[in-house]
């Protein structure tokens, strides 16, 4: 396959689960959409234009002592997750670099929140995530696609009856990314 048809499939995969989401928000029963929201009255999902200048294939520089962190979360509660390691990589000729996070419950997957210049104006102001799980988003040679077009808002976004975790200080980015999810069309308050 050469890598004009993988970009085509691969944009077309990140197309294709937008389309789910939007369908599950506007119709499922446990959607985390308030209720108001859904069916007819659903506003739709935001993002940005999916674009390959923000698809990295990351090698995850391990920290040789992984520190339990605890973060905080919306509804002033507290969270605990592994800081393992980080991804280092160029936007727009600057260089930035975000912390992963495993869960403490012992799964392998991969929790890498962040903020930008866009947090607050274009995009959900507490910030986006991306979940990275070995079996989807590792190459064979070991190396992790890091996709920022996959960011996603966290449930609070759409909710705030949700709790969610905030993004640790360590992964606020001075630049914008404009990739993935943007901030929710209207203004939900919880009744």
């Known amino acids: 396959m050469d890598s004009m048809t993988r970009n085509d499939n691969w944009r077309e995969a990140i197309e294709q689960d937008r389309e789910q989401k939007e ?40 920290y040789d002592d992984a520190e339990t962190v605890t973060v905080e979360t919306t509804a002033e509660g507290e969270q605990t997750y592994r800081r393992v ?7 727009e000729g600057t260089e930035v670099s975000l912390d992963a996070f ?7 997957r991969l929790w890498v929140p962040f903020r930008d210049a866009t947090s607050g104006d ?16 590792r190459t064979a040679d070991g190396t992790w696609i890091l996709d920022l077009n996959r960011a996603y808002n966290p449930t609070c976004a759409y909710n705030p009856a949700y709790e969610c975790p905030l993004v640790p200080p360590s992964n606020w980015l001075e630049v914008p990314i404009e990739a993935g999810e943007r901030d929710f069309p209207v203004e939900v308050h919880t009744h």
């Open 23 to 62: 369908r599950y928000f506007r119709e499922h029963h446990r959607s985390p959409i308030p209720p108001d929201f859904r069916g007819e009255a659903f506003p739709g999902l935001e993002y940005y234009e999916v674009d390959t200048a923000y698809r990295f294939e990351l090698e995850l520089d391990r």
């Open 102 to 108: 495993e869960p403490t419950d012992g799964s392998d």
């Open 122 to 137: 274009e995009t959900y102001g507490a910030g986006r995530y991306i979940d990275l799980e070995p079996e989807e988003h």
């Open 85 to 91: 390691g980080q991804f280092r990589f160029e936007v």
